[in-house]
T-cell receptor
Framework: GAVVSQHPSWVICKSGTSVKIECRSLDFQATTMFWYRQFPKQSLMLMATSNEGSKATYEQGVEKDKFLINHASLTLSTLTVTSAHPEDSSFYIC??????????FGQGTRLTVV | QKEVEQNSGPLSVPEGAIASLNCTYSDRGSQSFFWYRQYSGKSPELIMFIYSNGDKEDGRFTAQLNKASQYVSLLIRDSQPSDSATYLCAVENDMRFGAGTRLTVKP
């Protein structure tokens, strides 16, 4: 099946710094990428939808200036958490819709802001 | 906004029993439905998808769809401890998930 490679798998950063998370579609072209955040014991919350060559669509309540999404090519989408704070510590996951509309997920990134 | 509702559980069943997971959705026009399994600290993985009313079986898993009542369920037969995970229901390809049901299968 299709593969979405996400890295880093975990990252620890200092408060106030920025962190970039990458998701690559390895054997297919992903014109759309979904970005989720998941806090412990909670469900996946859709943050934004990125589309290749255009601006991302953000869900209500998600700060677009804080969570910068770039989808510059058909195989790469990135999420940058800017000026990270401890409350941004979470599990971030990307997914790309497949041909039959099911989603192919990246491995996830565990972000800890100290 | 489309809503997807799941009983968050936790649901606990003994090994070998049938686990029943349910999901309701608000958009009557929805056409495709997905069940994902997520182990702690891992990304979700697709278990089954269903488009048509009725039952769809795959090994120990059966998905049931009732569009008139707007619910979709997942049955796990002969539950195993390795089935212990959170099960997520998703509707359509806008990929909004229910809260997930945490299942524990006790040996």
């Amino acid at each position: 099946g299709a593969v979405v490679s996400q890295h880093p798998s975990w990252v620890i950063c200092k408060s106030g710094t920025s962190v970039k998370i990458e998701c690559r579609s390895l054997d297919f072209q992903a014109t759309t990428m979904f970005w989720y955040r998941q806090f412990p014991k909670q469900s996946l919350m859709l943050m934004a939808t990125s589309n290749e060559g255009s601006k991302a669509t953000y869900e209500q309540g998600v700060e677009k200036d804080k969570f910068l999404i770039n989808h510059a090519s058909l195989t790469l989408s990135t999420l940058t958490v800017t000026s990270a704070h401890p409350e941004d510590s979470s599990f971030y996951i990307c997914s790309a819709p497949g041909l039959r509309t099911e989603a192919f997920f990246g491995q996830g990134t565990r972000l800890t802001v100290v | 906004q489309k809503e997807v509702e799941q009983n968050s559980g936790p649901l606990s069943v003994p090994e070998g029993a049938i686990a029943s997971l349910n999901c309701t959705y608000s958009d009557r026009g929805s056409q495709s439905f997905f069940w994902y399994r997520q182990y702690s600290g891992k990304s979700p993985e697709l278990i089954m998808f269903i488009y048509s009313n009725g039952d769809k079986e795959d090994g120990r898993f059966t998905a049931q769809l009732n569009k008139a009542s707007q619910y979709v369920s997942l049955l796990i037969r002969d539950s195993q401890p390795s089935d212990s995970a959170t099960y997520l229901c998703a509707v359509e390809n806008d990929m909004r998930f229910g809260a997930g049901t945490r299942l524990t299968v006790k040996p």
